[in-house]
């Protein structure tokens, strides 16, 4: 599985950024860019780790729904998990996603 790294300098324009990169950040951001992935992804702010049960429960969605948006979102790496017992947590990979989320909520309204 490939890692995802991008650079954090706050003085880091996308002009700069090398084209394998760009795709990586444009691969994350399709992902992203669906209504139930989106809410996955609002349900997991804030360093939460929830279980496929928890976040199909908190959705009202199938627990197959919920696995296959799991998929993509950790293909991505915008997810990853973390086995725990019988239970698999996912967690968002990069704290910076949050301003991502944040946007999408502050955008999405009115």
């Not at 790496?77 to 996912?90: C, D, H, I, M, P």
Request: net charge positive; aromatic share 4%; proline share 2%.
């Amino acid at each position: 599985m490939e890692k995802y790294s991008f650079n954090k300098s706050s003085n880091m324009k996308i002009t700069d950024l090398q084209p394998e990169v760009l795709e990586r950040a444009a691969s994350m951001l399709k992902a992203i860019a669906h209504p139930m992935r989106i809410a996955i992804l609002s349900h997991l702010e804030d360093g939460k780790k929830l279980t496929v049960t928890e976040i199909h429960t908190l959705l009202n969605i199938e627990q197959s729904t919920t696995s296959h948006h799991l998929g993509i979102l950790k293909d991505k790496g915008v997810l990853a998990s973390q086995r725990e017992g019988k239970n698999t947590f996912y967690f968002l990979r990069h704290d910076s996603l949050r301003n991502i989320i944040d946007c999408v909520s502050k955008c999405s309204v009115g």
